[in-house]
């Protein structure tokens, strides 16, 4: 994804003998990992909607959780309003949770409005807080008001084990009120913190059957989905989980994903703010064994210029087909969504989908389609794609224009209706430069056509699908989601704890694709915290999110531009185009890029990576 605010940033020309200078704290040596429990995923926080009257939460008042005219809920009718009176005062709502000791990752959540008659731009007059036992995770206050609810997402990992207080506490001064409403807590767990013996990434070669029908309006789809897969692990497969991701966009009251009548297995129950479905196996599926699951489904698309949403007549349709998690050394990764990034970590698999629309709506689509008449003023499109992570598609009145790249990559952009033929003929001139310009360093493109659906809404800037991206007007931001067909699309990775892997590289990439050398790439460099670093994962994004694009995408980048003026232009272009040849199709850690490095030559990089805060 290409984040539109990093876009301008500036990050140019401290030398790198600056960083140097950056002392970082010694890390302790580890102690022997003790034995612990395995994590059973769960959402630990009860009547997290307020839907099911006040309990377990206590209240400093009975008004605070409540249904009443003044304020909405952010799904279902009840919420919790602290404060909003005007005058001295304070409100409280706090409940006790207990985060199991087997999973490594928690993680709160909760949805936050706030409206205020405070005209300063800053002084915090009035506060909220959001702690967890004694530890203050948060503080807002009339400075962050916004028209309606955000998602606040809050890492609380290092209380795993514990039975301790969530509380929020919201404090108004003598004058000027400002409401704080808070909806949808959930606080999740996932993880095994003690690994399984067996670290091979599972389940393999997933293979992708989807059958959907849409209403007139490209709005609402439903048929069914199946997943067939091999467990590749030694250790026997009991379970699989579905993610669910785009139910991010909903409430576990009001999903944007259904899956329903589930066969090949038993449907358990919703995690991770039910963007994950368990689905137990009749029998434990041994190594190299085989199994298909079966469900109906149903998609939702809500409003809004999103990566998943409809923004008027055109549909985004993006994360909306449940894929398979991953099970490695670190046990089931159902890590959360994150809307500053992605969390999409999946292996390569095959997808057919079959989508049946009306013949009014164009149905740009991972993969290569073909189009055939359905019923009366109807058309099915069938979209065949291998060896891809995902699979997207927009649906709707655009304006289509084609084209051929010098290399033979057929190219597609679909526009909305407000982008002018010339900005249309200038994103389809770029999409041929970019995929030739990556494709000759790292490798073919093997995916046969590529779709850029182009829409100058996107808040997001653009989003990258496996031949598949949506994007504004811009040579910049399409060169970039082009370049993530290779850096995240072949050679994947965990997006969501190691997102370097697939922006940074990707950003350096379009730098090349651009004639960009990186020279005088640092200016004005600043660490946040000693903690702050390149490889960090996004659970400390979401925490810092105002740094993600800054360090991830600009110091990642610039550290990459450092290791090629240090390794030699002909050797960093040997190293990355090796390394992708190494990992096509496959997974891409931090260890393994950095061993590479390390191979390509004769000096010692460890103060290279500690330098650049590159860890892992």
Same mark, same amino acid.
Request: hydrophobic fraction near 35%; proline fraction near 4%; glycine fraction near 8%.
């Given at each position: 994804?290409?984040?539109?605010?990093?876009?301008?940033?500036?990050?140019?020309?401290?030398?790198?003998?600056?960083?140097?200078?950056?002392?970082?704290?010694?890390?302790?040596?580890?102690?022997?990992?003790?034995?612990?429990?395995?994590?059973?995923?769960?959402?630990?926080? /009860?009547?997290?909607?307020?839907?099911?009257?006040?309990?377990?939460?206590?209240?400093?008042?009975?008004?605070?959780?409540?249904?009443?005219?003044?304020?909405?809920?952010?799904?279902?009718?009840?919420?919790?309003?602290?404060?909003?009176?005007?005058?001295? =005062?304070?409100?409280?709502?706090?409940?006790?949770?207990?985060?199991?000791?087997?999973?490594?990752?928690?993680?709160?959540?909760?949805?936050?409005?706030?409206?205020?008659?405070?005209?300063?731009?800053?002084?915090? &007059?009035?506060?909220?807080?959001?702690?967890?036992?004694?530890?203050?995770?948060?503080? &807002?206050?009339?400075?962050?008001?916004? $028209?309606?609810?955000?998602?606040?997402?809050?890492?609380?990992?290092?209380?795993?084990?514990?039975?301790?207080?969530?509380?929020?506490?919201?404090?108004?001064?003598?004058?000027?009120?400002?409401?704080?409403?808070?909806?949808?807590?959930?606080?999740?767990?996932?993880?095994?913190?003690?690994?399984?013996?067996?670290?091979?990434?599972?389940?393999?070669?997933?293979?992708?059957?989807?059958?959907?029908?849409?209403?007139?309006?490209?709005?609402?789809?439903?048929?069914?989905?199946?997943?067939?897969?091999?467990?590749?692990?030694?250790?026997?497969?009991?379970?699989?989980?579905? !993610?669910?991701?785009?139910?991010?966009?909903?409430?576990?009251?009001?999903?944007?994903?259904?899956?329903?009548?589930?066969?090949?297995?038993?449907?358990?129950?919703?995690?991770?703010?039910?963007? $994950?479905?368990?689905?137990?196996?009749?029998?434990?599926?041994?190594?190299?064994?085989?199994?298909?699951?079966?469900?109906?489904?149903?998609?939702?698309?809500?409003?809004?210029?999103?990566?998943?949403?409809?923004?008027?007549?055109?549909?985004?349709?993006?994360?909306?087909?449940?894929?398979?998690?991953?099970?490695?050394?670190?046990?089931?990764?159902?890590?959360?969504?994150?809307?500053?990034?992605?969390?999409?970590?999946?292996?390569?698999?095959?997808?057919?989908?079959?989508?049946? =629309?009306?013949?009014?709506?164009?149905?740009?689509?991972?993969?290569?389609?073909?189009?055939?008449?359905?019923?009366?003023?109807?058309?099915?499109?069938?979209?065949?794609?291998?060896?891809?992570?995902?699979?997207?598609?927009?649906?709707?009145?655009?304006?289509?224009?084609?084209?051929?790249?010098?290399?033979?990559?057929?190219?597609?952009?679909?526009?909305?209706?407000?982008?002018?033929?010339?900005?249309?003929? @200038?994103?389809?001139?770029?999409?041929?430069?970019?995929?030739?310009? =990556?494709?000759? !360093?790292?490798? $073919?493109?093997?995916?046969?056509?590529?779709?850029?659906?182009?829409?100058?809404?996107?808040?997001?800037?653009?989003?990258?699908?496996?031949?598949?991206?949506?994007?504004?007007?811009?040579?910049?931001?399409?060169?970039?989601?082009?370049?993530?067909?290779?850096?995240?699309?072949?050679?994947?990775?965990?997006?969501?704890?190691?997102?370097?892997?697939?922006?940074?590289?990707?950003?350096?990439?379009?730098?090349?694709?651009?004639?960009?050398?990186?020279?005088?790439?640092?200016?004005?460099?600043?660490?946040?915290?000693?903690?702050?670093?390149?490889?960090?994962?996004?659970? &400390?994004?979401?925490?810092? @999110?105002?740094? &993600?694009?800054?360090?991830?995408?600009?110091?990642?980048?610039?550290?990459?531009?450092?290791?090629?003026?240090?390794?030699?232009? /002909?050797?960093?272009?040997?190293?990355? !185009?090796?390394?992708?040849?190494?990992?096509?199709?496959?997974?891409?850690?931090?260890?393994?890029?950095?061993?590479?490095?390390?191979?390509?030559?004769?000096?010692?990089?460890?103060?290279?990576?500690?330098?650049?805060?590159?860890?892992?």
């Amino acid at each position: 994804m290409r984040r539109t605010p990093h876009r301008s940033i500036a990050l140019r020309a401290l030398a790198v003998a600056a960083l140097a200078a950056v002392s970082l704290p010694a890390t302790p040596a580890a102690a022997a990992p003790s034995a612990a429990a395995a994590c059973t995923p769960a959402q630990v926080v /009860t009547n997290g909607g307020f839907e099911s009257g006040t309990s377990p939460w206590t209240q400093s008042s009975t008004s605070v959780i409540t249904s009443r005219s003044g304020q909405t809920a952010h799904g279902g009718t009840s919420y919790a309003w602290l404060d909003g009176t005007g005058g001295t =005062h304070t409100d409280t709502l706090s409940q006790s949770v207990t985060i199991p000791s087997g999973c490594s990752t928690a993680t709160l959540s909760f949805w936050l409005h706030i409206d205020t008659t405070e005209t300063t731009s800053s002084v915090a &007059y009035d506060k909220l807080t959001a702690k967890i036992g004694s530890t203050t995770l948060a503080t &807002y206050s009339n400075l962050d008001k916004n $028209a309606g609810y955000v998602k606040k997402t809050l890492d609380v990992s290092a209380f795993a084990g514990q039975t301790v207080s969530l509380a929020f506490t919201g404090s108004e001064d003598s004058s000027l009120q400002t409401s704080f409403v808070l909806d949808d807590i959930a606080l999740d767990t996932s993880g095994d913190s003690t690994p399984p013996a067996d670290s091979t990434r599972t389940p393999a070669t997933p293979s992708y059957t989807v059958s959907l029908s849409s209403n007139t309006s490209g709005t609402v789809w439903t048929g069914h989905e199946s997943a067939t897969f091999t467990n590749a692990s030694s250790t026997a497969l009991s379970e699989v989980y579905l !993610r669910l991701w785009d139910n991010y966009h909903g409430t576990c009251d009001a999903m944007p994903i259904t899956v329903t009548n589930v066969t090949g297995g038993t449907a358990g129950s919703l995690s991770v703010a039910c963007t $994950a479905l368990q689905v137990t196996l009749p029998t434990p599926l041994a190594q190299g064994q085989s199994a298909t699951i079966g469900f109906d489904l149903g998609i939702t698309v809500p409003s809004g210029a999103d990566r998943f949403g409809h923004d008027g007549a055109f549909n985004n349709i993006g994360n909306a087909l449940p894929v398979l998690a991953v099970k490695d050394g670190s046990g089931w990764h159902l890590d959360p969504y994150t809307n500053n990034g992605e969390s999409f970590y999946s292996l390569a698999a095959d997808f057919k989908v079959t989508l049946d =629309h009306p013949s009014a709506l164009l149905v740009p689509a991972t993969g290569t389609s073909t189009d055939t008449p359905g019923s009366s003023g109807r058309t099915v499109t069938t979209a065949t794609a291998s060896k891809v992570r995902d699979f997207a598609w927009a649906a709707g009145p655009f304006n289509k224009i084609s084209g051929t790249s010098a290399a033979g990559t057929a190219i597609n952009i679909y526009s909305v209706s407000d982008i002018s033929s010339s900005d249309a003929q @200038s994103m389809l001139s770029t999409a041929k430069s970019a995929v030739d310009a =990556h494709a000759a !360093r790292f490798g $073919a493109y093997p995916y046969g056509e590529l779709d850029a659906v182009i829409d100058n809404n996107y808040w997001f800037g653009g989003m990258e699908y496996p031949g598949f991206v949506l994007d504004l007007v811009s040579t910049t931001a399409l060169t970039h989601e082009i370049g993530h067909q290779w850096w995240y699309g072949i050679v994947g990775d965990d997006e969501y704890n190691s997102p370097w892997l697939d922006e940074a590289f990707t950003d350096y990439a379009t730098d090349l694709a651009l004639g960009k050398t990186g020279t005088n790439c640092w200016n004005s460099v600043s660490w946040a915290s000693s903690a702050e670093k390149i490889t960090n994962s996004m659970a &400390y994004w979401d925490a810092h @999110s105002s740094r &993600y694009s800054t360090v991830v995408y600009g110091y990642g980048k610039c550290a990459l531009h450092d290791l090629r003026r240090l390794l030699g232009d /002909t050797a960093m272009t040997k190293l990355l !185009r090796d390394y992708a040849t190494s990992h096509w199709y496959g997974v891409s850690t931090t260890a393994e890029f950095k061993a590479a490095a390390q191979a390509a030559t004769a000096t010692d990089l460890t103060s290279f990576w500690s330098t650049h805060r590159i860890d892992g």
